[in-house]
């Protein structure tokens, strides 16, 4: 079994930082892709960013530099620190990682439970 714990979220006020963390723990034999998406309430789940195992990143069009994503491979972990954070960045906050099980050898995308990002105005 793979689990991802994620950490960091909160109630900030508009303007200020947060920095989540997802740590991926398990059967696990490597890591390829992990990310970030969220959803606010009444939308779509939509990509915030993604990290490659060797580095290579994406951002959603609406990031424009705000947010930032890395990852520790020795932790298994990735972060997503968010700066001058708006209200509309309000939303639950899910960690995604796509795990090369240590068993089977087999590929499969898992999901974090979630972190509330609140920010108010």
């Known amino acids: 079994q793979v689990h991802l714990v994620e950490s960091g979220g909160g109630l900030v006020q508009a303007g200020g930082s947060l920095r989540l963390s997802c740590a991926a723990s398990?059967?696990?034999?490597?890591?390829?892709?992990m990310g970030w998406y969220r959803q606010a309430p009444g939308k779509q789940r939509e990509l915030v960013a993604v990290i490659s195992s060797s580095g290579s990143i994406n951002y959603g069009d609406f990031v424009k530099g705000r947010f930032t994503i890395s990852r520790d491979n020795a932790k298994n972990t990735v972060y997503l620190q968010m700066n001058s954070l708006k209200p509309e960045n309000t939303a639950v906050y899910y960690c995604y990682a796509e795990i090369v099980d240590r068993v089977v050898r087999g590929t499969n995308g898992y999901w974090g439970q979630g972190t509330q990002v609140t920010v108010s105005s």
């Open positions: 398990g059967s696990i034999f490597s890591i390829n892709a």
